[in-house]
């Protein structure tokens, strides 16, 4: 077993391809409601933190070009 610990950040278009898997699966009944819920909270989860950190990023870039015009 691997013990080093590998960072991995999804991308919006891989979240995107689980919920449209997700929702297929329902539609197919291959999966419940209760799991897709689960996955769609989660989903929403990710949306929130990936918004958070790009209005970070853009804070911070605007925080650094505010600096160098002083």
């Given at each position: 077993m691997n013990?080093?610990?590998e960072k991995k950040t999804m991308t919006i278009e891989e979240a995107q391809a689980i919920l449209s898997e997700t929702l297929e699966?329902?539609?197919q009944r291959k999966t419940t409601v209760r799991r897709a819920t689960a996955v769609a909270r989660l989903a929403l989860a990710f949306a929130r933190i990936t918004e958070v950190a790009n209005l970070k990023a853009r804070i911070e870039l605007l925080?650094?070009?505010l600096k160098k015009r002083k």
């Open positions: 013990n080093e610990y699966e329902v539609a925080e650094q070009a």
